[in-house]
């Protein structure tokens, strides 16, 4: 196998090993019971919103506590020193964390759609689902190696969050008017879940929804090129 | 003698302090030997020793690696080092043998896994989790860790921090025998002990520069003070005298003691590696 094939499964004996999956395993079943008590009629409408929490927020959670307890490990450090190479290293890490999205979003539509007969684009909402938690993880990286420590942490995305929610919050109780929704879609959260109502059939502008798709491949690859790979080293390699 | 690292004038500085914590070191490391890299804390070993091992780059001056620039050699460096470091670098939630065998699959070469364990003592913790292991067991899976590539070079930081004398001393034992297969060894210590069991040659370094380079038997010879003292049998007490060593033979005072009383035990006047520490780089080692 590869060094990357092995890398990868590293990575998943990890998820296993630390309970990450088993967690974020039953925090999908809490949305599922949360779904299940608002019932039938409702379910259409949060489905995509529980989707994208997991997908966008969590990830982001997920990404940056990881590298913190992993950096407390010291297992960075000694990764770096195999001949393993920095990209591939960082790519078993990103793939996995998009896995544990896709996971809950493959489990929560499942549920949503066998149940209360939700309609779903599937291919469109697995391949979505890529993307934001893709960019996710590049925002939760970009975080976690400026934060000093985890509630260092934990604030800047509590700010993160507040700050790119709020706009959407407004949005949805039609304070603005829709042209602003194309300056929305540089808020990943907004672009997010608009991608994700896609998939449910709402109506969304197509135009809207390839900016949004567009967005968020590109300011993660940014991220990765400009500021992940070069500073990953550096705070790997701290004591 | 073949060397393996040519160090020169070699500066390193933390982006984010401005601290110089190498300024324009130069040394040379021999194949097949130990070499020792000693100094109080916060001196540069532990700086030194990452950039060897490339995981700082952007450093100033220049570093030869069997005779070519550090900086051309891609990612299969790693194939030739074994890297211990100065604290625990496991899967705390994975086992000792879990940890191992991920590690050693991502290298070509392979020491066998459980041989390893067996002889730092680990073997029969191998099944346990890390997370359950003492301080000086995930310092001796670190070692392990250190060896599963079979590398050429091994770093070794701090190797013996937190070991009993008897696991202290198996790890010694393996050093040599890794250096007697034919493998070169970089150790940084603020040991003595270590220095003067282990290393073939030490360089001191003290606020990231080298103070002096010397094997320590020539370091104790340099500073060792020329003297013998004899301790001997007088009316059923033993009394011990001071002698200058120049011109010993002629010594009178000497020679009447020696040939009067019973003597019991000389000694010449070597000083303790610790000693040398302290003249050398001007602080009191913690033993
Ligand atoms: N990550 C870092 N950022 C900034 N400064 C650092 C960093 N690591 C070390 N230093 C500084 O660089 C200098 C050398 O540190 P280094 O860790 O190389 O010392 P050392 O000789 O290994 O000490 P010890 O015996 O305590 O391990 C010190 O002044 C230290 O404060
Ligand atoms: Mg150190």
Not at chain 2, 98 to 109: A, I, R
Not at chain 2, 246 to 257: M, Q, R, T, V
Request: overall charge neutral; some cysteine.
């Amino acid at each position: 196998m590869s060094n990357f094939g092995l890398l990868m499964k590293g990575e998943m004996l990890r998820l296993i090993k630390y309970k990450i999956i088993q967690i974020s395993f039953v925090v999908t079943i809490l949305w599922l019971l949360i779904i299940f008590m608002i019932g039938s009629d409702q379910a259409a409408t949060f489905v995509p919103i529980f989707i994208f929490t997991d997908a966008a927020l969590m990830t982001v959670l997920l990404v940056g506590a990881s590298l913190f307890y992993e950096k407390q490990e010291n297992t960075l450090k000694t990764l770096m020193i195999t001949p393993s190479g920095l990209h591939a290293i960082i790519a078993s890490k990103v793939i996995s964390a998009i896995y544990l999205a896709l996971q809950s979003t493959v489990i929560i539509a499942l549920f949503a759609n066998l149940l209360f007969a939700v309609e779903i684009r599937f291919i469109a909402l697995i391949a979505f689902v890529i993307v934001i938690a893709f960019a996710h993880t590049a925002i939760g990286y970009t975080f976690s190696l400026f934060a000093k420590d985890f509630n260092e942490l934990i604030a800047q995305v509590g700010a993160y969050m507040i700050v790119f929610a709020i706009p959407t919050l407004f949005y949805a109780l039609g304070v603005f008017s829709e042209v602003f929704e194309t300056v929305l879609m540089f808020s990943p959260t907004h672009a997010a879940l608009l991608m994700i109502n896609y998939t449910f059939f709402s109506s969304t502008r197509l135009v809207l929804l390839l900016i949004g798709l567009a967005y968020l491949i590109v300011v993660p690859v940014l991220l990765f090129i400009y500021i992940i790979i070069p500073k990953y080293p550096e705070t790997a390699v701290k004591d | 003698m073949e060397k393996v690292f040519e160090v020169k004038n070699l500066q390193f500085t933390y982006r984010k302090n401005q601290i110089k914590a190498v300024n324009g070191i130069s040394f040379d490391v021999y194949k097949g030997e130990v070499f020792g890299l000693l100094g109080p804390s916060g001196a540069g070993k532990s700086t030194t020793q990452k950039i060897l091992t490339k995981l700082f780059k952007d450093y100033q001056g220049e570093i030869l690696y069997l005779g070519k620039d550090l900086k051309t050699y891609n990612n299969d460096y790693y194939e030739d080092l074994g890297v211990g470091f100065e604290l625990p670098v496991h899967f705390s939630k994975l086992t000792g043998l879990e940890n191992m065998k991920f590690f050693s699959q991502l290298y070509k070469n392979h020491r066998d896994i459980e041989t390893l364990l067996k002889a730092v003592g680990l073997y029969e913790d191998r099944n346990r989790m890390v997370s359950d292991y003492s301080k000086g067991m995930k310092m001796r899976l670190n070692f392990v860790r250190a060896m599963l590539n079979d590398p050429k070079i091994l770093f070794l930081d701090e190797v013996t921090n937190g070991l009993d004398p008897k696991n202290a001393r198996i790890i010694k034992d393996l050093i040599r025998q890794f250096k007697e297969a034919g493998g070169t060894v970089f150790l940084s210590t603020h040991l003595m002990n270590d220095v003067e069991e282990l290393c073939d040659r030490v360089a001191f370094i003290r606020g990231g520069e080298i103070v002096e380079i010397a094997t320590p038997r020539e370091l104790k010879i340099r500073f060792g003070k020329r003297e013998l003292k004899v301790e001997y049998f007088n009316n059923g007490t033993t009394s011990e005298a001071l002698f200058e060593l120049d011109g010993i033979g002629e010594n009178k005072a000497f020679l009447e003691l020696i040939n009067t009383y019973e003597v019991e035990t000389m000694h010449s006047g070597e000083t303790s590696l610790d000693d040398i520490f302290i003249k050398v780089t001007g602080e009191v080692g913690n033993v």
